[in-house]
């Protein structure tokens, strides 16, 4: 089924480590991003893509890469995981032809950091 | 500095009760406002775009109002299965971003 697929769902890993959260969709969106989800907060914007290999920051950058080989496929590394990035994790993409158009999210990732 | 703010935080009505939730905000050069419904355990679904002042969009229950300041989600008749969190979000620039209010807790209770 066509769709943006998130993987894992759930994670929990140790402050330090390295942690990559995968995300993948079918459309062939050309804009890709990810967005974190406290509460207190809503949803704030870590980085985006507007094609293959083209990448900015957004909001909530730091301790974040991303990297984006492929049209389908934006995956999110925690290179050092800190507690503070516990949290749950959305990507979403939107179509490149039309100037304003709706993000269509994943069903998240939910990451905890012990 | 561009920013969105949802009223309330939470809302508890009555099936069959309608109301409203506010959305405010304040950013250089709207160039689309976008209604969110997300369930627990989900993903935001989409439910609205609105462009200009003046446009209204209706989805069963469901209508949203756009003025230069606010937005407006009316909820006519609520069920039980219209309880979610509704999110609001601005877009300023041509690059695709959003920027998300905290958003309101619906809960309707039969």
């Known amino acids: 089924d066509a769709g943006i697929t998130q993987s894992p769902r759930y994670k929990i890993t140790e402050t330090g480590r390295q942690v990559t959260l995968m995300c993948h969709q079918t459309w062939s969106h050309s804009y890709m991003f990810w967005y974190r989800q406290d509460l207190g907060h809503g949803l704030r914007l870590i980085y985006y893509s507007a094609a293959a290999d083209i990448t900015d920051k957004g909001e909530v950058p730091d301790g974040y890469v991303v990297s984006r080989s492929k049209t389908e496929n934006f995956p999110l590394t925690l290179e050092s995981a800190t507690r503070s990035q516990t949290s749950v994790y959305f990507c979403a993409s939107s179509e490149i032809d039309r100037d304003v158009s709706p993000l269509h999210f994943g069903n998240g990732t939910r990451l905890t950091v012990t | 500095e561009d920013q969105v703010t949802q009223s309330p935080e939470a809302l508890r009505l009555q099936e069959g009760e309608s109301s409203s939730l506010n959305c405010s905000y304040t950013?250089?050069?709207?160039?689309?406002l976008f209604w969110y419904r997300q369930d627990p355990g989900k993903g935001p679904e989409f439910l609205f775009t609105l462009y200009s002042a003046g446009e209204e969009k209706e989805k069963e229950r469901l209508k949203a109002t756009l003025t230069k300041k606010e937005s407006f989600l009316h909820i006519t008749a609520p069920k039980p299965e219209d309880s979610a969190t509704y999110l609001c979000a601005v877009q300023a620039g041509n690059t695709g971003k959003l920027i998300f209010g905290q958003g309101t807790t619906l809960q309707v209770k039969p």
């Open positions: 950013v250089s050069g709207l160039r689309g």
